[in-house]
């Protein structure tokens, strides 16, 4: 019997439209050293029925149903049925590219603990997809956690997808993904798992499509307390950076700006997202996120840091926040259309 070197924890719900394409991309792997977990969340459509027919016989694929708990219980189940060397968790309306699995077993030959790739995001309708821009300083191999702000910056830190998490660490620490919670379960799992990483490679080779739905799914939710659940979750990095990372200076730096494009991205939420919203209850909702201590401090911070403009930092203090973003949205088109010459 071959060793299994990754576990594939596949938590599904309602997967009955995309878990061909998902199973497909898995079926195209060359290395064969793996197992697939799919955990059938409570599914309502027919998912159940349908997938179990369509992997019949394929002894490296296991289904496992359960009561609806949450995508966090649904992978914790597959975390305790694992017997990978490495952890992978994927998105049934996802799918890994080809020879995926190859490239990055070939990537933790090295001591890491945990290694970090790129991904693609593909929203839906559109016909192409786009890698993340992931800056030099962040790629190669890494020990510490000053690099954790940069990840956070850029798109790479809050998600569980495209990494390998060791299984020995998971399961020697009792790490598991908080249940009972609306938003942020994915980064509470990876700021816990990250403080018994000693070594870790991020690398720019995008191994996984991210398909987004515009108007579904957690990142487009709507919750009336948006702001604060945000909030809490910037609470929940300092407490772990006090606690257990005490990153130097620079990297503090680096954090602020994090939280300031958070409350930024949220307050932009309420303009571009959640557009079925009374138009003035949105508007207030802005100035409640502008006017708010923590954010004002986030922007002072910026100020003092040298990471912002002088008519961005006015226009932020008093509050235009309509202005601000044409303004950067202006910039952005502009800035799009020079490029494509």
């Given at each position: 019997?071959?060793?299994i070197?990754?576990?594939?924890?596949i938590?599904?719900?309602?997967?009955?439209?995309?878990?061909?394409?998902?199973?497909?991309?898995?079926y195209?792997q060359?290395e064969?050293r793996?197992?697939?977990i799919?955990?059938d969340?409570?599914?309502?459509?027919?998912f159940?029925?349908?997938?179990?027919?369509?992997?019949?016989?394929n002894?490296?694929?296991?289904l496992?149903r359960q009561?609806?708990r949450g995508?966090?219980?649904?992978?914790?189940l597959?975390?305790?049925k694992?017997?990978g060397?490495?952890i992978?968790f994927l998105?049934?309306?996802?799918?890994?590219e080809?020879g995926?699995?190859?490239?990055m077993?070939?990537?933790?030959?090295?001591?890491?603990?945990?290694?970090v790739?790129?991904?693609?995001?593909?929203?839906?309708?559109?016909?192409?997809?786009?890698p993340l821009?992931?800056?030099d300083?962040?790629?190669?191999?890494h020990s510490?956690?000053?690099?954790?702000?940069?990840?956070?910056?850029?798109?790479l830190?809050?998600y569980?997808c495209?990494?390998l998490?060791?299984r020995?660490?998971?399961?020697?620490?009792?790490?598991?993904?908080?249940?009972?919670?609306?938003?942020?379960?994915?980064?509470?799992?990876?700021l816990?798992?990250?403080?018994?990483?000693?070594n870790?490679?991020?690398?720019?080779?995008?191994?996984?499509?991210?398909h987004?739905?515009?108007g579904?799914?957690?990142?487009s939710?709507y919750y009336?307390?948006?702001?604060e659940?945000?909030?809490?979750?910037?609470?929940?990095?300092l407490?772990?950076?006090?606690t257990y990372?005490?990153?130097?200076?620079?990297?503090?730096?680096e954090?602020n700006?994090?939280?300031?494009r958070?409350?930024?991205?949220?307050?932009?939420?309420?303009?571009t997202?959640?557009k079925?919203?009374p138009?003035?209850y949105?508007i207030?909702?802005?100035?409640?996120?502008?006017s708010d201590?923590r954010f004002?401090?986030?922007?002072?911070?910026e100020?003092?840091?040298g990471?912002?403009?002088?008519l961005?930092?006015y226009?932020?203090k008093?509050?235009?926040?309509?202005?601000y973003?044409v303004?950067?949205?202006?910039?952005?088109?502009i800035?799009?259309i020079?490029?494509?010459?």
């Amino acid at each position: 019997m071959k060793t299994i070197h990754i576990s594939i924890i596949i938590p599904v719900y309602n997967g009955e439209l995309y878990f061909q394409r998902c199973v497909d991309s898995i079926y195209r792997q060359k290395e064969d050293r793996y197992e697939v977990i799919l955990i059938d969340d409570g599914s309502t459509d027919n998912f159940y029925e349908k997938c179990r027919e369509y992997i019949e016989g394929n002894m490296k694929f296991r289904l496992i149903r359960q009561k609806n708990r949450g995508v966090g219980a649904a992978r914790n189940l597959g975390i305790s049925k694992a017997q990978g060397e490495w952890i992978y968790f994927l998105d049934i309306d996802d799918e890994l590219e080809d020879g995926a699995l190859e490239e990055m077993l070939q990537m933790t030959d090295s001591d890491i603990q945990w290694l970090v790739m790129n991904f693609y995001k593909h929203v839906v309708g559109e016909k192409k997809k786009a890698p993340l821009a992931l800056s030099d300083y962040i790629i190669g191999m890494h020990s510490g956690y000053d690099n954790l702000p940069r990840m956070l910056n850029e798109e790479l830190f809050m998600y569980p997808c495209a990494k390998l998490y060791s299984r020995q660490i998971i399961v020697e620490n009792g790490l598991q993904f908080p249940q009972g919670i609306k938003y942020g379960e994915d980064i509470r799992f990876n700021l816990e798992y990250f403080r018994y990483v000693r070594n870790y490679r991020v690398e720019s080779k995008p191994v996984m499509t991210y398909h987004i739905d515009q108007g579904k799914g957690a990142g487009s939710a709507y919750y009336k307390n948006s702001f604060e659940m945000q909030m809490d979750i910037d609470k929940k990095i300092l407490e772990m950076d006090q606690t257990y990372y005490h990153i130097s200076l620079n990297a503090q730096k680096e954090l602020n700006h994090y939280f300031f494009r958070q409350g930024i991205n949220t307050a932009a939420a309420y303009l571009t997202v959640w557009k079925s919203l009374p138009f003035l209850y949105r508007i207030g909702q802005i100035q409640e996120v502008l006017s708010d201590k923590r954010f004002q401090t986030f922007l002072e911070r910026e100020r003092e840091n040298g990471r912002i403009k002088k008519l961005d930092h006015y226009l932020l203090k008093k509050k235009k926040f309509l202005v601000y973003y044409v303004i950067h949205y202006m910039y952005t088109k502009i800035k799009a259309i020079r490029k494509g010459r």
